[in-house]
């Protein structure tokens, strides 16, 4: 399954023309089958020069970019969690989520009104941050009600869940997030069933438009990118020959999408990985430092119990030999075992014992 980004804000910031041009940079479903995609879904392709050369290299009959889910919801209102508006009925497919995108209003326009009567993207940020947190305390008071009977048998494993529980309400009642909460590597396992809104990593995006600039973040405890939707929206309209061309008279590097996708890596801690052949060249997303089976994996789940071991050469080194068999002879591509962390940007090749 794709990396997954739950979209969240509140009503006319913007929210669904960010996602119409992610979804106009999208890729078929039909492409990956077993993912279901619902009307609020979009799979968007990683952009990433470095398939496209490797490609030139092998000359594969296909060519399979990573791909990236963003998952629109309808906006949030203040009071969503006691039943306001129509965004709390869908925070459920946000539980789901590796992270959080909160789209914040900067621009300006007298013809959409703001559902608040002002442009404010400091109080927007604690409207919505309020109620991802009410949300993720109804889910605690609720499971705390039955650990509490449950810890009474003795069973240690609930003892130890309730004690972080009776922790973690009062945090958020304070009104802070759950990912602010200290836990030790012991005791994050134990809460991570419930599926809190507030313990994802969370990106803001700050909806602009030429007239903005002037408001700066504060600690927002998360990455901040300002996009202008509209932009961008205009940019994935273009035939995709012509949009680098584009992007570059607006006097930008990369497009706003490109930038949030690869924010999205770095915050979540992914790297990539490639594999390459006549048939096909494709990226693949890993999680930093893992080792080679558990990188095989993403590829099918039984090579990691089946993995023997892996050719790996770096994406560079590969360009340079000019392909696989050149890079063997030059003794370019290396032999690497169970315990090899894979690297971002390695050429891999699994061997395994099926």
């Not at 963003?70 to 869908?90: R, S, T």
């Amino acid at each position: 399954m794709p990396l997954s980004i739950g979209i969240v804000g509140l009503p006319n910031v913007g929210k669904s023309t960010l996602f119409n041009a992610m979804t106009k940079k999208g890729v078929p479903s039909s492409n990956y089958p077993f993912c279901t995609i619902d009307p609020n879904v979009g799979v968007v392709k990683v952009p990433d020069r470095r398939l496209e050369k490797i490609a030139a290299v092998s000359k594969p009959a296909k060519i399979i970019n990573a791909t990236i889910e963003f998952v629109d919801i309808a906006g949030l209102v203040k009071g969503a969690h006691a039943g306001e508006g129509l965004g709390n009925q869908f925070l459920s497919h946000i539980r789901e989520c590796d992270a959080i995108c909160e789209v914040v209003r900067e621009f300006e326009n007298k013809d959409i009104i703001h559902v608040h009567g002002q442009v404010d993207p400091e109080s927007d940020r604690e409207t919505i941050n309020l109620e991802l947190i009410f949300a993720d305390l109804a889910t605690v008071d609720k499971r705390l009600e039955r650990v509490a009977r449950d810890a009474k048998s003795g069973d240690k494993e609930m003892i130890r869940l309730k004690e972080v529980l009776e922790r973690l309400k009062p945090h958020l009642e304070a009104g802070r997030a759950a990912r602010e909460l200290e836990l030790t590597d012991e005791e994050k396992p134990l809460i991570k069933h419930l599926n809190l809104l507030t313990v994802k990593p969370i990106i803001y995006v700050l909806n602009a438009d030429e007239k903005s600039g002037e408001f700066q973040a504060g600690d927002w405890g998360g990455n901040v990118i300002r996009i202008n939707a509209k932009i961008e929206e205009e940019i994935t309209s273009l035939p995709e020959e012509e949009q680098a061309e584009f992007i570059k008279e607006l006097g930008l590097s990369e497009s706003g999408l490109d930038k949030l996708i690869r924010a999205s890596y770095e915050l979540l801690g992914l790297i990539t990985f490639f594999t390459t052949g006549p048939d096909e060249t494709r990226a693949w997303t890993a999680k930093k430092d893992s080792k080679a089976p558990q990188a095989a994996a993403v590829i099918h789940t039984d090579f990691e119990k089946g993995f023997v071991r892996a050719e790996v050469i770096n994406w560079e080194k590969f360009l340079e030999a000019g392909g696989e068999a050149r890079a063997k002879e030059l003794g370019l591509v290396r032999i690497e075992g169970r315990d090899y962390i894979v690297q971002d940007g390695d050429i891999c090749n699994f061997l395994i014992n099926k």
